[in-house]
């Protein structure tokens, strides 16, 4: 079994034997400067562990691991331009770097680098990995749009926001463990239930990014704290703050979120943050959390492999739930 800091090391290095260093530099500069950025390197990461779980020979996994991670930096580039978002891993993004055009092109250009990636998992894994890869590209568009959609809605149900991050996040964390086992040599079953484990792993995982969007701290999140708020984004914790406040509290959201108000990014920042903690709503969000997570772990008992197996990907998830950027 590889450790995951192997396996991290064997996904850096192959990130950086990716070639784009060619012309037109206007087009591919731009991918060269979003992948160097780093990154935690979670989903090619977790296809090279899944893949692992049942053959010793993940090489063969490399390629579509890859693609897993250029998709989603394909996704973080365009989103952080929808959201005009300023920093990106403690750097400008593309849009702010070089222009909003550049960043849709060079946006575009990676998803088209990503298919290319997949498009080389060998046979017989090829028939199944790429409709899985499409499906999934396409979800985290719809998980994008409705999250664009909720912004401009006042009220959203929990459940509508859970669909949603089960789409923009959850489901390519799901993806590369499902694809990772197949590759490896699992049965549908086996790869459908490290499915399963992806999705509330990836629930998990968004939730706990939305809360540290609120109390993280810039230096190690890698990115302006407070961002979903300036944005109106309905996240899980606005979402319950506006379901428990009382008046006063409904009174004070509700002058924020109205963009004819006058006040500087600190004072709405500040003042969410107040009625969050009146609400004990960071206390909430941890419990949903740790709710997810327990069902991703029990997901995994339904498994045939052994613990042994099984310890880098707990390991792994373990040490991302623990993580404060």
């Known amino acids: 079994m590889f450790s995951f800091s192997q396996v991290s090391e064997r996904v850096e290095s192959e990130i950086n034997r990716l070639d784009f260093d060619r012309s037109p530099f206007g087009l591919f500069d731009p991918i060269k400067y979003t992948l160097a950025l780093g990154g935690k390197r979670i989903r090619p990461a977790l296809t090279l562990i899944a893949c692992n779980i049942y053959d010793d020979d993940i090489e063969k996994a490399i390629q579509p691991a890859l693609s897993m991670e250029v998709l989603h930096n394909f996704t973080l580039l365009h989103d952080d331009l ?5 920093i990106r891993r403690h750097q400008p993004t593309v849009h702010k770097k070089w222009n909003t055009n550049t960043a849709i092109l060079s946006g ?51 459940e509508e926001y859970i669909e949603m991050i089960r789409l ?65 984004k309905k996240t899980f914790l606005l979402i319950n703050a506006l379901q428990l406040a009382d008046e006063k509290q409904k009174s004070l959201l509700a002058f924020f979120i109205n963009p004819a108000n006058s006040f500087t ?35 995994l008992t339904n498994l045939t492999v052994s613990d042994e197996q099984l310890s880098e990907l707990k390991k792994y998830c373990n040490l991302l739930m623990q993580r404060d950027f």
């Open 108 to 158: 575009d250009a990676m998803l088209i680098a990503a298919y290319q990636l997949v498009g080389k998992t060998a046979m017989p894994f090829l028939d199944k990995i790429l409709p899985l890869f499409s499906q999934t590209a396409l979800e985290i568009c719809c998980g994008q749009q409705y999250d664009m959609d909720f912004e401009k809605r006042s009220i959203v149900a929990e």
């Open 168 to 232: 923009k996040t959850a489901v390519l964390i799901a993806c590369c463990l499902k694809a990772g086992a197949l590759i490896g040599g699992a049965n549908d079953v086996e790869a459908n239930h490290l499915y399963q484990s992806g999705i509330f792993f990836g629930l998990a995982f968004q939730l706990q990014d939305d809360l540290l969007d609120v109390y993280g701290n810039t230096e190690t999140f890698g990115k302006n704290i407070g961002g979903d708020i300036l944005c109106n």
């Open 265 to 299: 990014p600190e004072e709405k920042i500040q003042s969410f943050r107040q009625v969050y903690d009146q609400l004990f709503i960071k206390h909430l969000t941890r419990q949903r959390i740790n709710d997810y997570y327990t069902l991703a772990m029990q997901e």
């Open 82 to 86: 929808m959201d005009q978002a300023d």
